[in-house]
């Protein structure tokens, strides 16, 4: 049974840096593009950053140039870095598939970042 853990959000002022963690169960991220996805109140869901396969990395334009995607698969984890955050990153913070997969989804991290 796949499961992805998500860890490292938290409470950071506008400006700051964190870097999420999801840890996945077994090896499956040596056979799956993965991707982070956030969920802001009252929003959908959306994806993004990717880590498609190595060197292949796709980011949203919200994003581009602040968060950087990275992956280990002797750890079985995929990390992101964030950094000049904003308040509108604020929300919780998944990983999952690339497309995602129903029953992966995790109970994610919260990201909260103040101004």
């Known amino acids: 049974q796949v499961q992805l853990v998500e860890s490292g959000g938290g409470l950071v002022q506008a400006g700051g840096s964190l870097r999420l963690s999801c840890a996945a169960s077994?090896?499956?991220?040596?056979?799956?593009?993965m991707g982070w996805y956030r969920q802001a109140p009252g929003k959908e869901r959306v994806l993004v950053a990717g880590h498609i396969s190595a060197g292949i990395v796709e980011y949203a334009d919200s994003v581009k140039g602040r968060f950087t995607v990275f992956r280990d698969n002797a750890k079985n984890t995929v990390y992101l870095e964030m950094n000049s955050l904003k308040p509108e990153d604020t929300a919780v913070y998944f990983c999952?598939?690339?497309?995602?997969?129903?029953?992966?989804w995790g109970q994610g991290t919260q990201v909260t970042v103040s101004s």
């Open positions: 999952n598939t690339i497309p995602p997969r129903t029953t992966y």
């Open positions: 077994g090896s499956m991220l040596n056979y799956n593009a």
